[in-house]
C-alpha cells in the first residue's frame, strides 16, 4: 500500500520501520525537495520493481522517526557528572561560571559538538531556549553572534533546530516588580520587554538571510525573571504562531516566592498574561496545583518534562498521571544534559510515574514514542508530511534480545542507534574528540 503526493528527493529502503503504531517490513519511503516525507509505500516484495528502484538511494534496517529534543541548555553540558552542590539553587551558581567563559567562535564549536551528540544518539529535532545574548558585562555583540553560533553548531551538526531566543530581564521576583540582574547573569538581560522584542525581530530577519533552515521561537525564562506584566507585553509583541516556551514550577521555591509577590501560582501568571496556548510549551511543570493542570489544557498548552535532569537536580517529579489523564501534550527534553539518550528520558518519564503512583503502565507504549517524537496525536510511527527524520536501531545487542520493538522506550538506549538521517539526509558521526576538546577548553578558560 502506498501513501503519498509525489517526490523531487531521495528515497529510501527500510527493512522494517515504525508505521501506524506497529512495525512493517520492507518500507519504501520517498523524501521530497523540503526533506519531508512525500510518500510511504508498505509490504514490498523482493519482486517488486519499487523495492530495485534505481533511485533507492539509502538501504536502513529498522527504523523509527527521530526523536525530537523539546528542552536544550546546550552550554550545560559543560557541567555533565558535576556532584558539587546540594540543591538546585547552588548547582545554579555553578551554571553561571560556565555561562560566563563563553564566547561566539568557543560556543559555536560546543554547539557543533554537543548537537553532534544529540544527533548519535537519536535527536533530529532540538529546540534550544538560549539566553547568553550578550558579552559577559552586558554589551551587546554586534551582529546577534552568540545566536548565530548556535545557528551555526546546528547546521554543522545535521540537527534541526529551533531557537528560542528567551527574555531574560531579572534575577528574582523580588516584592513583585523584579530584582536586578546579578552581574554573572548580565549578559542575559536586554533590558526591558520591549528592547527584546526589537531585538528579536532583528535576530529574525539576520536567521531568515543567513540560516534560513533556522526556526526562530520565544522564550520567556520564568515567574522569576520577568514581571506579570513584562511577560505579558512580551507575549502579545511577538506573531501568533511564533512556538513560546517558559519554565514553569520546576522548584517549590518559585511557587512560594510567586504567591508571595502575586497572590498567583507561575501558571496562574502566566494565564493571566496570555502566555498559555496552543503554542506554549511549560517546562519541567514539577510541582502543580490541580487548578494549574486545569489551566495547561483548557488553553492547549504542552509540557515538556526532563526527567534525567529533574532527578539530577532533585527537583521532583511530576503529575505524570494526572497529566496524561487531562490530555495535556507531553514531551521530553534534554535541559542540562545529564545524559544525551532519548530512551533514558523516556524511560524515566514513566518509571517515576510508576513509583509516585504505585501502578505500571502510566503511559503505554504508544503516548511514549509520541513524547518521543514530540507530538500529541495519532498513532506513532512514520507519516507522510513528516520531515523525514528517522533512527535506524541496531537490533543485535543483547539488551534488545527478546524485546517487543513497540517496547524499545523502556528498553534500548542511545547506544542501540546505528544511523541517523534528518531530512532525507544521512547525518555525520559524533565527533567525540571533539566534544572532549571543547569541554576541555572550556574548563582550562
Known sequence: MTQGMGTEGPTIHCRRALVDGRFVDDVRIEVDADGRIAALTRGLSASSPLFLHPDANLQL???????????????????RGATGGDDFWSWRQAMYRIAGRLEPDLYRRLAA????????AGYTSVAEFH??????DGRPYPHHDMEMAVAAGAAEAGIRLTLLDTCYLHSGL???SGTPLTPEQARFGDGSAAAWLERWYRLRDALAREYPQCKLGAAVHSVRALTPAEIAEAVAGLPDDVPLHVHV???????????????LTPTGVLA????????TTVVHATHLTDEDIALIAGSGTAVSLCPTTEAD????IARVADLAEAGIPLTTGTDEDVVTDPFAELRLLESTARLAGGRRGVLDAAALWQAGAGRAQGDPGLRVGDPADLVEIDTSSARLAGTDPLTWPLTAAADDVARVVVGGVLAPRADAAGLRAVLAEIEES
Open 113 to 120: 559538538a554537543v548537537f553532534s551528540e544529540m544527533v548519535a
Open 249 to 263: 514550577s520546576e522548584q517549590p521555591r518559585e511557587n512560594a516566592d510567586c504567591l508571595a509577590a502575586t497572590g
Open 174 to 176: 523580588g516584592d513583585g
Open 272 to 279: 493571566q498574561a496570555e502566555a498559555l496556548s496552543g503554542r
Open 313 to 316: 537536580l532533585g527537583d521532583g
Open 131 to 136: 539566553y547568553l545574548h550578550h558579552r559577559p
Open 61 to 79: 534496517g529498522v527504523v523509527v522517526p527521530g526523536f525530537a529534543n523539546t528542552h536544550s541548555h546546550l552550554f550545560h553540558r559543560a557541567l
